[in-house]
């Protein structure tokens, strides 16, 4: 991965407010992968006390707009064209991991993969897996 | 529609953190359609200044589950199993507009389908799709 | 629409082998939205006597790229990037209509949702829905 | 697995006539995982001369069916409630593979993942990736 690619996922995470104030925090990054964390707040529950499914679809398409866009040319950004998210179990927890792998790198588009656990401690369960397609852009 | 399903739907936009703290309102609630209205600031957007597809898909997910539980019987809840979204065009604006119909409404699942609008005033475009499956529980 | 794509639409169910096999007929084409019939044989059925969601798929996904086509530029033509299905009720019946309509036509990429239709004589029910998007290729 | 359920599993390749007229074959069954596969021929073909991605929908979503009916109880079966497929790359050869996993097993809905290779001898590659879920039903 070129360094500017490396720049192009980090300011995913600094230069995307709703990110910023839903707390994600990025991990790692390798070419074609990579992880996030979010310390879960009471603010990010639905109505029963779970995870919010839109929280857990935000981590989801976040962190694979990340691991599309370590593989991208510089200039070229990602836009999520689609996605679709499985929610397996509700989500409980004090913290959400994200682990995103890029399934088909392509010229126009990406199709990546994301799978959410929560929990707390070391007791981590599957609770959601996403499959989002991105778009392949250049600035206008 | 009964008064205590009134009550779901209301109890859906009251007792949701992540929702409240997102800032959606609801607008209007018929048996099986649903309106919902956010008023977008900085904090909603993604890294290019368009409305952050985790914003939208939260959106469109809520407000469908909204008019889902329109449909249930008391002491039924209704969880998000599955979504899926369709990015249609960048979104931009101060305003985010969701009307949320219910498709199939069935004793253990309901299909429902979302559309978002978003612009400044009246003028408004359709800027994503979603058909979201809602799994009607009972309390354990 | 253009005679050219006219001719593109044509072709999509004279040169398709699946489609002649599975015995999908064209009813009807506009700007923007295809209209198909299919004539139910056992043949199109599951173990359970309903017809096999890969047949209201085939159905679909066929019908939404040919709606798709209607509005490309000739020398283009259209694959299906992903789809997403609901099976709403179990179909059961003689006939299968299904109509697919664009919601968002693009330079790369275009939306279509198809409804798919099934019963006996005047009595037809919406047992599917299908959103698909579609990727606007010229020939390499 | 229960030899029931062995029994359930070669039913759906033996009781349903699309999968029989479509040519897919059964080639190992364990607890949770199915196995496929479909000599192709011209029939299975769109215009452009790749797998039909009705074909490939067909088949992923059977298989997801029966490895998810590996895993319930005697007197039950599954529907498909709805599935998503990205197609990540037009499908050409000579042989269909597909290997489907329940990702999450439960008491009313399965989740079950399909991927399903194409090409010729040893040189198969991933052309599309199909997330199923199933209703588990009892007869009524």
Known sequence: MSPLNQAEVERLFTASPFIQHLGLKLVSITPGECRTVLALEER??????Y??????????????????????EPGQFVLSAEFKINLLRAAKGTRLECVAKVLKAGASL????????????????????TTVTLAILRPR
């Open 44 to 49: 990010h529950l639905q109505q029963e006390g």
């Open 110 to 129: 990406s199709v990546v993969e994301s799978e959410v656990y929560c929990g707390t401690g070391d007791d981590l369960r599957l609770v959601s897996k």
């Open 51 to 72: 995870v919010h499914a839109g929280v857990q679809a935000t981590v989801a398409d976040h962190t694979a707009g990340a691991a599309g866009a370590s593989l991208i």
